[in-house]
């Protein structure tokens, strides 16, 4: 079992962090939060614009960074996100918004799946 984790934050545009030797991480998840450490079995989950937390050498440290997706491997530890929260605190998202986001995406993507098809009468749907 590895002793410790690689860590790695990163943007479509940069890499915010990239860590090797971190002991532990703990991140924010939309259901809870959820602590990592070596040997975590592998995950891929949605994260919410918060503090992450992480032990590297003999000190904590913390990074606040947007939502995103965490994924656990056996390399490791990585989160795509959109970047740093900048200025005011971000207060996640209530859950009856993401729900609503959520549900708005499935609509989306199951209209866009059913357009072109034809209806009980022979017609294309719009």
Do not use: C
């Not at 532990?24 to 919410?48: F, K």
């Not at 989160?79 to 989306?108: K, M, V």
């Amino acid at each position: 079992m590895a002793k410790s984790l690689s860590v790695r934050v990163i943007t479509p545009t940069e890499t915010i962090l990239e860590i090797k030797d971190a002991a532990w991480v703990q991140v924010q998840l939309v259901d809870g939060s959820l602590g990592i450490w070596p040997g975590h079995a592998p995950l891929l989950a949605e994260t919410i614009s918060a503090q992450l937390r992480y032990a590297a050498g003999t000190h904590e440290h913390a990074l606040d960074v947007e939502a995103g997706i965490l994924q656990i491997d056996r390399e490791g530890v990585t989160i795509f996100t959109g970047g740093l929260i900048r200025g005011e605190a971000h207060q996640p998202a209530a859950p009856e918004n993401r729900i609503d986001r959520l549900s708005r995406a499935h609509l989306a993507m199951l209209g866009a799946y059913v357009e072109g098809i034809p209806d009980e009468d022979g017609r294309e749907t719009e």
